[in-house]
């Protein structure tokens, strides 16, 4: 099969069909009509194979994890995905596993009503780039900066999950049965939270989408915000898996610092702090305050009261004094 017949038979064949594309898949450019009341928000994720996914990754994984990291972007601004274009990078053309990475790409789609308007096929080793775009209102897009002292800190979801799943895969740890199928799902099918993102314009003074870890990406709303954090470790959200397949320790330890969580940091002010957890709770999305914000210039954690230690390399040991 050629690459026209490729683009045509498989990307081209979609549910989508928004009324804001003027032109879509099969020109050399797409043409959207955005509305004038919005501004637009645009995102580029790349994945290669071996680096953000195990080589023997399925293909319907794949095809949904391009996508849920770049919308997990867009919900980290506030905005609401529209459009997608996604250049793909193929070592062969493989018709079942076009096949089956579309599907996983376009069950994500389908679900948010967002569009793939255009890419690019070309042949190489495996990568996958996406970039996304959403919309949001004039001034009403969450930022990493903007978090006050005092602030309180929060996470959508648990933590950890998909970091137990890749300590598995790379043979640190052994986990079976419903514990590694739970891991491997957190790892291979993260649920980017756009309608949490959406609510909380309203209602948050910052956020991220925690793709590399909670502590480095706590660091980077703290860095552009200009202020310090406390973390009540034993706070920390986390799944029953987790919680059974390794000591606390090592389980604080993956909720801190594993990446591909996919949730949403974020902080809010002690007044909008009821309003946010009442609309969360009403949309059905679990967040849990993990921690307050402070003026020092750096990241602290405490357990059970006492101050705990972290180095940058992640958690250390838990300190008794
Ligand atoms: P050009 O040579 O003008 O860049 P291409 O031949 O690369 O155009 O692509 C033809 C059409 O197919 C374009 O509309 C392009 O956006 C679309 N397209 C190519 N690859 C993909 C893909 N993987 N997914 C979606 N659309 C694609
Ligand atoms: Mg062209």
């Not at 970091?163 to 640190?172: C, E, I, N, R």
């Not at 029953?240 to 940091?265: K, N, R």
């Not at 002010?269 to 009821?274: A, P, R």
Request: charged content about 20%; glycine content about 8%; hydrophobic content about 40%.
């Amino acid at each position: 099969m050629k690459e026209f017949e490729l683009i045509k038979t498989y990307f081209a064949e979609q549910i989508v069909t928004r009324r804001d594309v003027v032109v879509g898949i099969g020109d050399d450019c797409a043409i959207i009509t955005p509305s004038e009341k919005q501004n637009i928000a645009i995102t580029t994720d790349t994945l290669i194979s071996g680096v953000h996914f195990p080589e023997n990754t399925d293909a319907k994984a794949i095809g949904h994890k391009a996508i849920a990291v770049n919308l997990s972007d867009l919900a980290a601004m506030g905005a609401e995905p529209s459009w997608v274009s996604v250049a793909i990078s193929l070592p062969s053309v493989d018709e079942d596993w076009v096949g089956d990475f579309c599907e996983g790409m376009f069950e994500l789609c389908e679900f948010y009503n967002v569009q793939l308007i255009g890419g690019d096929t070309t042949q190489g080793p495996l990568s996958i780039t996406v970039t996304a775009q959403g919309v949001v209102p004039p001034n009403k897009h969450l930022a990493r900066s903007g978090a006050k002292a005092g602030d309180w800190i929060y996470v959508t979801g648990e933590l950890g999950d998909a970091a137990l799943a890749l300590k598995h895969y790379y043979g640190d740890i052994t986990i079976n049965g419903e514990v590694l199928k739970t891991a491997m799902a957190r790892l291979n099918q993260p649920k980017p939270k756009v309608l949490a993102g959406k609510a909380l314009r309203e209602y948050a003074s910052a956020a991220i989408d925690i793709s590399d870890g909670l502590l480095a990406d706590l660091t980077h709303i703290c860095k552009a915000s200009g202020v310090g954090a406390n973390i009540v470790l034993e706070d920390l959200p986390m799944s029953d898996a987790l919680s059974s397949a390794v000591d606390m320790e090592q389980a604080i330890e993956l909720a801190l610092t594993g990446g591909d969580d996919y949730e949403l940091l974020f902080t809010v002010s002690e007044d909008n702090k009821v309003g946010m957890e009442t609309t969360l709770a009403d949309m059905g999305t679990k967040v849990t305050c993990i921690g307050q914000l402070n003026g020092n210039a750096k990241i602290t954690t405490t357990l059970n009261s006492k101050p705990a230690q972290i180095s940058s390399y992640g958690f250390e040991h838990f300190s008794n004094e």
